[in-house]
Nanobody, 124 residues
Framework: QVQLVESGGGLVQAGGSLRLSCAAS????????MGWYRQAPGKQRDLVSS???????KYADSVKGRFTISGDNAKNTVYLQMNSLKPEDTAVYYC??????????????????WGQGTQVTVSS
C-alpha cells in the first residue's frame, strides 16, 4: 500500500535549523493535502503545518514566521524547513497524507496515511 518515509530529524541547539522531508510512495492517483504533526511527551498530536496540492498552506501559531512548508506534487513529497528552533519544538514529528486517492479495479478509494515519525530534539 501507500507508505510515507520521513527524514531530517535530529539534535540541534536552540536557534538552529533542521529540514524535514517526507515522500509518499505507492499506487497513488492524487493527494489532497500533506502536512506535519508533532507530539511531545504527555501531549496530544497537533498540526504543525500543511499544504494542499494547489499550494495552500496552514501553520500553527507557535511556528509562524519560523517554519516554512513546501511540496513537490510530481514527487509526492513535502518538506518542512524549521528555523530559529526552540526547546519547546522538541517532539516526534509525523508526516501525514490526507485524502490519498487510488483507482483500483474500476473504483476510487480514499484513505489517510501516517509516517512512522522522526525525533526532533532542541537543546538549550
Amino acid at each position: 500500500q501507500v507508505q510515507l518515509v520521513e527524514s531530517g530529524g535530529g539534535l540541534v541547539q536552540a536557534g538552529g535549523s533542521l529540514r524535514l522531508s517526507c515522500a509518499a510512495s505507492g499506487s497513488i492517483f492524487s493527494i489532497n493535502t500533506m502536512g506535519w504533526y508533532r507530539q511531545a511527551p504527555g501531549k496530544q498530536r497537533d498540526l504543525v503545518s500543511s499544504i494542499t496540492s494547489r499550494g495552500i498552506t496552514k501553520y500553527a501559531d507557535s511556528v509562524k514566521g519560523r517554519f516554512t512548508i513546501s511540496g513537490d506534487n510530481a514527487k509526492n513529497t513535502v518538506y518542512l524547513q524549521m528555523n530559529s528552533l526552540k526547546p519547546e519544538d522538541t517532539a516526534v514529528y509525523y508526516c501525514n497524507a490526507d485524502q490519498v486517492r487510488r483507482y483500483v479495479g474500476g473504483a476510487y478509494y480514499l484513505d489517510d496515511y501516517w509516517g512512522q515519525g522522526t525525533q526532533v530534539t532542541v537543546s538549550s
